[in-house]
């Protein structure tokens, strides 16, 4: 970190970064502004315009100097799954030497295996696990992460992944979201009965995880392999009858319906979304949800369904970008990584990336305070060693974060 860029303190509540082109993700254009300054102030952006027309008022604050870097919202990773246990590295060596995802399935491997091993794990063993990825977060500038569980799939552990996802936003000063995802998978002892799977997730834990203020949203994965419309919608009323607002996992694998039922319960976001169709994408743009498009999993996947980008942008749909970031099949933790895949698989701009992991990410967590530089936004703000936003997207190994503020306080 550079040492020309003194770092602030809770007690230093009101500053002033200077010498910046400021990205302001107003616009499709990023809404850039050159020689710029802007005012932090008790949490908060208090101004923001060109160094020559600083108020007087400000003019006396403590100064730093940006040195004509880029300054923008600091990022926001909206889908993670960032809790487990264990490790699927040996199922990636098996699927190089031809093994099926069946085949490793029947041995016991696959998402059931991730879910043995997070039961098995305590609290603290899988806080030791989960918190170092929060970390690697943290350090590319991310300052808000959603974390889903469902790798539980029990009342016990279910509660015990969010448990965990809130302590990470306790012990970090990133802001972690946290989502109820145990409509995942069928666990063991319900094989071949999912009503009975989804009598416990609506009538036990998604009461239970809301009574303990455990959770901020409910997600249900809508598949082929997954659970059907009508089972999806079961756990949708679950929620709404708690309280919750939904999200969805959706048309990953092929057309559920799931995307249009997400945006009749007005929800926040569906995700995935290679097999959307026409009729999803109309009611994603009339309900103003989020599409989160996850590049990670389409690369670990090796996917080849591109999700349909340019009907999405012919109808006004955000478009989010996020890690995915889980043990099998986005084991990924760079979300500027994701940003160029965006662009490189699924043809985004740099621009339309940019939006992704700022305002439209935020959307997604259903956060309008952050996610853009304007007055009376959370300052959570990355200056970066870039001099123009592409770069970012363009090149990747170099980590190019120079300072990170969460509301104000130099990370």
Aim: include cysteine; hydrophobic fraction near 45%.
């Amino acid at each position: 970190m550079p040492s020309s860029i003194p770092v602030t303190t809770p007690e230093q509540n009101a500053f002033v970064i200077h010498s910046i082109t400021a990205a302001r993700m107003n616009a499709a254009d990023l809404g850039l502004l050159t020689q710029a300054s802007v005012v932090i102030e008790h949490g908060k952006i208090a101004w923001l315009g060109t160094s020559s027309a600083l108020p007087e008022a400000y003019q006396g604050l403590p100064q730093i100097n940006g040195e004509g870097k880029l300054l923008t919202p600091a990022l926001t990773d909206c889908h993670t799954h960032l809790v487990w246990a264990g490790s699927r590295a040996g199922e990636f060596r098996q699927r190089l030497h031809g093994a099926s995802y069946q085949e490793i399935a029947e041995a016991g491997g696959g998402i059931l295996a991730t879910v043995k091993a997070t039961r098995e794990a305590s609290e603290s063993e899988l806080f030791a696990q989960s918190l170092p990825r929060a970390k690697a977060l943290l350090g590319q500038g991310v300052a808000h992460i959603e974390i889903k569980s469902g790798y539980g799939l029990s009342l016990k552990d279910e509660l015990k992944q969010l448990r965990v996802a809130r302590r990470i936003g306790n012990e970090l000063p990133l802001k972690v979201s946290t989502t109820l995802l145990a409509a995942h998978a069928l666990p063991p002892e319900f094989k071949d009965n999912a009503d009975g799977y989804i009598d416990l997730v609506c009538n036990e834990i998604i009461p239970a995880a809301a009574a303990e203020n455990l959770v901020d949203a409910v997600d249900v994965f809508c598949e082929n392999i997954g659970f059907s419309r009508a089972q999806s919608e079961r756990v949708f009323q679950a929620a709404s009858a708690n309280g919750l607002p939904v999200k969805i996992h959706a048309e990953q694998l092929s057309d559920q319906d799931g995307t249009a039922l997400m945006a009749e319960y007005h929800g926040l976001s569906a995700d995935h979304l290679e097999y959307l169709s026409e009729k999803g994408i109309a009611a994603m743009a009339k309900s103003g949800a989020v599409a989160v498009l996850l590049p990670g999993a389409f690369y670990f996947l090796r996917e080849t369904k591109l999700p349909p980008v340019q009907a999405l942008r012919d109808a006004g749909v955000p478009i989010a970008i996020a890690t995915d970031a889980n043990p099998g099949s986005s084991p990924l933790l760079q979300l500027p990584l994701m940003m160029h895949m965006a662009c490189a698989f699924f043809r985004l701009t740099p621009e339309e990336a940019w939006l992704g992991v700022t305002r439209n990410g935020a959307r997604a967590l259903g956060e309008h305070n952050q996610g853009q530089l304007a007055v009376g936004q959370r300052a959570d703000i990355a200056l970066w060693n870039l001099t123009s936003p592409e770069q970012i997207c363009y090149e990747f190994g170099i980590n190019p974060l120079a300072q990170l503020w969460i509301e104000g306080v130099a990370v």
